[in-house]
């Protein structure tokens, strides 16, 4: 399953690529890029979305919190040298403007004929 959006690629392997940088993107784009590669060629991409889900429900947070989270709003935080490389490597993401385009107007299906909502 390919994840919605103008990705693609003719690579594959069974490891995720390292340092494949291109010139005019920032480490945090390739590396974004490579995963994303590595995971819709592998077919891995659904599983790991839904494992990384698993773990957060049987830890007591949700999507929301974890945004929330590392979004400035947890002092601890801030500065959390994880965090803010993953907050800075979202916030230089080419996906960004597609992400919130869709968080502002979930897709929908025409032929459900009802406004979709955030959550079914």
């Known amino acids: 399953m390919r994840p919605c959006g103008s990705f693609s690629s003719n690579s594959s392997s069974e490891q995720p690529p390292n340092n494949r940088q291109s010139s005019g993107s920032s480490q945090y784009q390739q590396r974004t890029l490579n995963l994303l590669q ?63 385009q869709n968080w502002l107007r979930p897709p929908r299906h025409h032929s459900a004929g009802v406004r979709t909502k955030a959550a079914h």
């Open 38 to 100: 590595f995971l819709t060629n592998s077919g891995l991409l659904v599983e790991y979305v839904i494992s990384v889900l698993e773990y957060m429900k049987s830890n007591d947070i949700n999507l929301a919190i974890l945004i929330w989270a590392v979004s400035w709003n947890v002092e601890d935080l801030i500065n959390h040298k994880l965090v803010i490389f993953e907050r800075t490597s979202l916030m230089l993401s080419e996906e960004l403007p597609q992400i919130l």
